[in-house]
Nanobody, 122 residues
């Protein structure tokens, strides 16, 4: 069993930066694919970024590519999402997820955090 706790959300002006953290319990986190998703009011949960545990490859949605960076520190059981050049359309609740054979689909992830709110003002 893995528990995920996100932190680092908040209110930021357009063009600003935030770094989200995802702290995981359970020693098997290091063997899981880690993903970040977001959900804005009235919209479906959408893929943001993901990183398999073993290849070092990273995957991003087109809307955040070049602005967001996903990383993980397996020794600390923690994942990160560095968000730069934030836009008002990035406003959403951001969720960390783990353990999935799929990269971009939320349906494949077994574990989810509670979410952290990110609000970008114009």
């Amino acid at each position: 069993q893995v528990q995920l706790v996100e932190s680092g959300g908040g209110l930021v002006q357009a063009g600003g930066s935030l770094r989200l953290s995802c702290a995981a319990s359970g020693r098997t986190f290091r063997t899981y694919t880690m993903g970040w998703f977001r959900q804005a009011p009235g919209k479906e949960r959408e893929f943001v970024a993901a990183m398999p545990w073993d290849t070092g490859n990273t995957y991003y949605s087109d809307s955040v590519k070049g602005r967001f960076t996903i990383s993980r520190d397996n020794a600390k059981n923690t994942g990160y999402l560095q968000m730069n050049s934030l836009k008002p359309e990035d406003t959403a609740v951001y969720y960390c997820a783990a353990d999935s054979p799929l990269i971009r689909s939320p349906a494949g992830y077994r574990y989810w955090g509670q979410g952290t709110q990110v609000t970008v003002s114009s």
